[in-house]
């Protein structure tokens, strides 16, 4: 995709520029209240985003092609495709932010990640709204890898959920000191819901073929 490759030149130029002013040692970890806990190196820590942005977008883009039901992921792969966009550009944020830190700005990392993940986690949503059953991209359980009907069902759910678990994270503006639970908790709570239900949705297309 041209936004990855768009992406590798900015985060090259940002990391040129910043290894001129950033300390020999740089944060690179933040525990659940946004407080530093860890540190790396200076060259380690201008790369360590941008390669994973570049390594997970990739692998992203292969996945499909070695999917038995390939040809159900080109039902939605526009939407897949804005997905891994939307995903790239969220580390390239996170590094941005990271570097910005690192030259000393007094942010706050969880007041101003927070929004981006609850975007992300919200785009999540309207790509379950649009996948069609596969065997890596969506909610797989047994149950819905088993059933057309069982998937369909599933993710209109899951849709609606990880939408409204987008929306909640968003409060992580206002309490950023519990921001990581309050994605915890809304991100393991639909997920949950999500399984639960393919089960009983099975079970019940099970029942009405007996």
Do not use: C
Request: a positive charge.
């Amino acid at each position: 995709m041209l936004i990855l490759g768009i992406l590798a030149i900015l985060s090259v130029g940002l990391g040129v520029f910043a290894y001129l002013y950033l300390p020999q040692q740089v944060a690179s970890h933040w525990n659940a209240q946004g407080q530093v806990n860890g540190y790396s190196g200076r060259l380690s820590g201008l790369v360590i985003l941008p390669a994973l942005a570049i390594g997970i977008g990739l692998l992203l883009l292969f996945i499909p092609e070695i999917d038995p039901l390939k040809a159900n992921i080109q039902l939605f792969r526009s939407e897949y495709n804005g997905f891994i966009a939307v995903f790239a550009l969220f580390l390239f944020y996170l590094h941005i932010l990271t570097v910005a830190i690192n030259l000393g700005l007094a942010i706050s990392l969880n007041q101003l990640m927070f929004p981006a993940i609850g975007f992300l986690i919200f785009y999540m949503g309207l790509l379950l709204g649009k996948a069609h059953r596969n065997y890596f991209i969506g909610i797989r359980t047994p149950w819905t890898l088993n059933s057309d009907t069982v998937w369909n069902k599933t993710h209109r759910l899951g849709s609606k959920l990880f939408e409204v678990a987008g929306a909640i994270t968003l409060l992580g503006i206002f309490f950023p000191r519990y921001a990581v639970y309050i994605l915890l908790i809304t991100i393991l709570g639909a997920a949950s819901i999500t399984t639960v239900y393919s089960y009983f949705a099975f079970r019940q297309e099970s029942q009405g073929k007996s």
